[in-house]
């Protein structure tokens, strides 16, 4: 998506261990134009694949999930960091590493809302390691959803998570693809299919 790179160029920052802040626009403060194109890029990708849920990790993936829910008209999920007293024990659980902070976590989801007759689709901010979507998937796997495809809004494919996630058989789309980046600035992109 040339709209998301051409952001990502003029208003990204890299700071040193790959590190790519763009709270500018995407999940801190955000461009809430650039969020409608991104949940019109997933629904053209997915909208063929009977989606009736979109599930994402709190909290920078909720906006994007938003965006690309109200294009599909289903609800947004998304799996929470911790356990609240008004979310009962009746829950799905799942470990994930997260590679921005450096530590393991547990995401909680309520049965109440994700079973077998789910078609999911899970989005995110970025894509690493991989580690927030196997425990996204981990999740829909034990509900007996299926997964329909994982929509991605910036990819570090000189990381290991994209491949092992398409190795798997998981359909994903990245919407911006980096190939490597500087301490200096630098940000080479991989072309990526426009949905």
Do not use: W
Request: with cysteine; hydrophobic share 40%; charged share 25%.
């Amino acid at each position: 998506m040339k709209l998301l790179e051409e952001r990502i160029r003029t208003d990204g920052r890299i700071y040193p261990g790959n590190i790519l802040k763009v709270d500018g626009f995407l999940n801190h403060q955000i461009d809430v134009t650039l969020m409608d194109r991104i949940g019109e890029a997933f629904y053209k990708k997915y909208k063929d694949c009977g989606i009736t849920k979109v599930l994402t990790i709190e909290a920078s993936g909720i906006a994007i999930a938003y965006a690309a829910a109200r294009c599909f008209g289903v609800p947004l999920l998304f799996a929470k960091k911790s356990q609240s007293l008004n979310l009962g024990n009746d829950l799905y659980v799942a470990k994930v590493h997260s590679f921005t902070y450096k530590k393991d976590y547990q995401v909680i989801l309520s049965k109440r809302y994700l079973s077998s007759e789910d078609r999911v689709l899970i989005v995110d901010d970025f894509l690493a390691t991989g580690n927030a979507m196997l425990g996204l998937t981990d999740l829909c796997k034990t509900a007996g959803a299926s997964v329909a495809g994982i929509g991605i809004c910036i990819e570090k494919a000189f990381q290991s998570g994209g491949k092992e996630l398409r190795d798997m058989g998981f359909s994903v789309t990245s919407l911006a693809m980096i190939d490597h980046m500087t301490d200096d600035g630098d940000i080479v992109f991989r072309p990526t299919e426009e949905p």
